[in-house]
């Protein structure tokens, strides 16, 4: 159990940090951040967790959030809007979110460059909650933040969604799957549309199927032993057609988590369907590697991603307006 005093502790020392990994200033500190939550009352599907929620503290979970009752988004406002947004979900095998490694490191440096970014922090299965429950949380997500859009001073149609790892595979089927049914809702923000204009999915879990059935997402989403169609139902490649947002994928050939294939798959489905698509296969990097260190190839991605958006005219590069 997590008192608020040492979670609040916790965060703000995950930002100093992330502003070490940045090289720069801290733009706000922990408890300065705004959050949204995504749902009025309890949120939708089955299920429940039991206890507060928990921020790892050791080993290869700190500084990674679970036991998520209440799904909400983290707004980090830039000084100087560009207009774009960008959901960003963070991995973990939907047992739990890599804030610290993955999600939080690039909220910020997006943040500098002008990006209004909502760090999404989703219902996880391995909690208690629905396997739906994630894919529910992304879609809304997407909707208030279009709904609300002039609020944060965004295009409505500059909104992406970013992920990494099952973080990926969440914003790969948001992406791919916008129009899916997954919950009935009336209020104000289902009135706008969940896809996202720019997908990019960061050594994302693409196939649940084999010989790529060993990961926790898999076992998560459809368990042990499930059906081809539930294999075929909750894999991305599936739904690649050329009505798929730009997307961008970026891997590591000795990704052992996520192989390469993964990501390879992915992008000649949607090259095959005639969708805009590019990928960055780095030599090496392993699995998780967020911004990844200085001395990486691997490190250069976050302005690779940012002169994507630009050459393809999905996000004009403003910087120095």
């Known amino acids: 159990m997590i008192a608020r005093r040492t979670l ?9 940090i992330s502003a070490v990994q940045l090289g720069g200033a801290v733009p706000a500190m ?23 929620e ?4 050791a080993g290869a979970g700190f500084g990674a ?39 939080t490191p690039i909220a910020r440096w997006l943040q500098e460059r002008g990006f209004t970014v909502f760090e999404l922090l989703y219902r996880l299965p391995n909690d208690g909650w629905d396997a739906s429950a994630p894919f529910m949380d992304a879609q809304r997500a997407m909707r208030i933040v279009r709904t609300r859009a002039t609020e944060f001073s965004i295009d ?38 969940a896809r996202p204009d720019f997908s990019a999915l960061l050594f994302p879990v693409v196939s649940l199927r084999k010989p790529y059935d060993t990961t926790r997402t898999r076992r998560e989403i459809i368990g042990d032993t499930p059906s081809a169609e539930a294999e075929n139902t909750w894999s991305l490649d599936t739904y690649a057609s050329a009505d798929a947002p730009p997307t961008i994928i970026f891997a590591s050939a000795d990704d052992k988590t996520a192989p390469p294939g993964h990501g390879i798959m992915l992008f ?24 990844g260190r200085p001395e990486q190839v691997l490190s250069q991605w976050p302005d690779m991603f940012v002169k994507w958006l630009d050459s393809g005219k999905i996000v004009p590069n403003k910087q120095g307006e």
Not at 30 to 52: M, N, S, Y
Not at 72 to 101: D, E, H, S, T
């Open 8 to 16: 609040l502790q916790n965060l703000a020392a995950l930002t100093a």
């Open 30 to 52: 922990a408890d300065q951040w705004e959050e949204i939550p995504l749902w009025p009352g309890k949120p939708p599907g089955r299920g429940g967790v039991t206890g507060p």
């Open 54 to 57: 928990k921020l790892g503290e």
């Open 65 to 103: 959030l679970s036991n998520i009752a209440t799904p909400r988004m983290r707004v980090y406002r830039p000084a100087k809007p560009n207009g774009a947004a960008v959901i960003v979900c963070g991995g973990g095998g939907y047992f739990r979110i890599q804030l610290w490694k993955e999600s």
């Open 156 to 193: 409505p149609k500059q909104i992406g969604i970013m992920g990494f790892s099952a973080g990926g595979h969440l914003a790969g089927f948001t992406a791919l799957q916008p129009q899916r049914a997954l919950y009935t809702g009336s209020d104000k923000y289902e009135k706008v549309s």
């Open 268 to 291: 000649e489905k949607l090259n095959a369907a005639g969708a805009s698509a590019e990928l960055h296969m780095f030599r090496d990097g392993g699995h998780g590697w967020g911004l």
